[in-house]
């Protein structure tokens, strides 16, 4: 269960404030339909991690212990800085003209390439077995934080405390990286 708990608990904090946290919330204003986007966030996320958790999984069996321990814990220690840096949409991003469900699938499936949680994915799956509970937590960490916005659409999201929500995050990946370097990777 820990696998499961960590990854959740990871992801949740650090897409607080992140573009597809924006890009649900651009979602939700365009489409007024929060099924289907909700529908699109989930299937988006269980494709963009699932990958990711498979690629982490992949390098934890060709690096050496000691490799992957200090790749690990310096990867969580700069996803610690880069949750500090608040995200934005670029002014003028467009949405695919397509149903809500289509346009959501592919515009958060993009939006996760290189994204920081997908990066978290890939670490928490080096260093967390077995695979399906990280890619399980990172994906209920993913609607846990995204869910909220789509359902409540832009009408409290001004009032979110993104900056201490980003400051969390920060803590809790310096505390994850700091770990891997102390404890090293299970």
Known sequence: ME???VSTVTVALAEIGDKTQLLALLLAARFRKPWPIVAGILVAT????????WLGATAASWLTPQVLRWTVAASFIAIALWTLKPD????GASLPPRGAFVATTI???LAEMGDKTQVATVLLAANYPPLWQVVAGTTV??????VPVVALGSR???RLPLRAAR???AVVFLALGLWAAVAGVA
């Open 156 to 158: 409290f999201a001004d």
């Open 141 to 146: 960490g993913m609607m846990l934080a995204n």
């Open 46 to 53: 269980l494709l963009n991690h699932a990958m990711a958790g």
């Open 3 to 5: 696998p499961l708990l």
């Open 88 to 91: 934005k949409l670029e002014d």
């Open 107 to 109: 515009a958060f499936f």
């Open 167 to 169: 400051i969390v995050a």
